[in-house]
């Protein structure tokens, strides 16, 4: 009798007779057992003999394409990944001792929260910048801001993630002009822009020009990089925001997979070589509470992206097929009722990440949903990474959970249904096609609207929140950003312009602007130019959104 026989045999057995008799005494865990992407869970994991077989051909090793077991051969063995917290509140000043504080308590890589007028463009002196100025990230508008927020910070021995966008070139040309006062050259440094518009105009909404002078600046971005800065990763191709607004994690994938096609794409069209840019792409993904799910969706990611890199744009170098990406736990999951809750949250879409082989990590404080997190509930997250790292043995193993049949057959099945969708989106014309008529945004509502409605008729128990709640007193320790801070940067924005050569400002800036009215022209080393000279942010993005103009969404119904 074959090997699958057997097994059938012996599984229909067990189902007739132990199984039934279980599950028949509890009735209220009889409804259908999903994952959190509505994928259906196997009650058993039944390996067939052909799987047994194919496993070691199909997965490879790690290190080897299609990096589904990881991007290193050695992994966590030889190095644990870059704990880099995402931090920003207030002023440059502020923002500078919480980095230095974060550092000293082993954080290993930098990561700058930007509040929204720096996001979108605007001078903190600017009327749209009224009571949002250092609320959600640090006020940037110069570059004298900026040399503070570095102020005894070695940018050639530290790396450094921005989260930043539509003015990512601005924001990029005042870290190189801060480095260059300290004496290091570009060729030096390391880290990452996000540098993402498409997911700004589906999910998050900080965006200034429209998709296609968008696009124009990240590849005058990676063109310029790859120069120029050569160890800069040009763009952080993220998911974070679309699986905050609600989408699945399959959807997470297959819309972030399909902005970097995108990007390619642009930056090919303009006549770069793929392999001179694609091993500076990076990818940001979130990290939920379905464990098994979250790991095998980090799998299918990196397999989906070495085959697109291989077969659809014949990248011939081993970096450019390689999926490597930073991961931050679950904002979106984060409940203010019994915030102490969030603690275990976080350690679980932690290993999650880390047994799914992340590159980079940001673990979320437990106080989150109420404000910024405070000093303490920062080092509480940050230990959470360094007691995975140290303490659980799960980092002895390269890629422990493989071979594990219910892992193998969950990335299986999110990279059909990933794929599903990259054909849609094809079939569309592409991303930016998908985007203006709205498919994805629908697509990501819909699967927001539906996780709601099953957390409010109790399908999803969200503990504290929907079940096993209580009464309490919310935590008296929250942050408290100072409501003065406006006037603090307007006071800033002035003395740097009464001190800077202003006829020297002017000319950069109309420089800017001619060189923008010429599309085939490369903007960053202009923009350099205006950074040195301490024009603010707004009055560079100013001159951009003249030529460019501004997007405006399109109400999708």
Known sequence: MSFDKKMDEKFQKWESTTLKKVTDRFPERKQEFVTNSWIPSDRVSLPKSSDLENYMEKLGLPGEYPYTRGVQPTMYRGRFWTMRQYAGFGTAEESNKRYRYLLDQGQTGLSIAFDLPTQIGYDSSDSMSIGEVGKVGVAVDTLKDMEILFDKIPLDKISTSMTINAPASVLLAFYIAVAEKQGIAKNKLTGTIQNDILKEYIARGTYIFPPRPSLRLITNIFDYCSKEVPKWNTISISGYHIREAGSTAVQEVAFTLADGIEYVKSAIATGLDVDKFAGRLSFFFNSHNDLLEEIAKFRAARRIWAKIMKEKFNAKNDKSLMLRFHTQTGGSTLTAQQPDNNVVRVAMQTLAAVLGGTQSLHTNSKDEALGL?????????????????????????????????????????????????????????????AIEQGYVQKEIQDSAYNYQREVEEEQRIIVGVNKFTSKEEPPRDILKVNPNLREVQIRKINEVKNSRNNEMVQNCLKVLKEKAEQPDLNLMPFILDAAREYATLGEICGVLRGVFGEYQESIVL
């Open 373 to 433: 997190p405070t000093e303490d509930s920062v080092r509480v997250a940050l230990r959470t990474q360094q007691i995975i790292a140290h303490e659980s043995g799960v980092t002895n193993s390269i890629d422990p959970l493989a071979g594990s049949y219910y892992v193998e057959n969950l990335t299986d099945i999110i990279e059909k249904e990933v794929w599903k969708y990259l054909d849609k989106i094809e079939k569309i014309g592409g991303m930016v096609y």
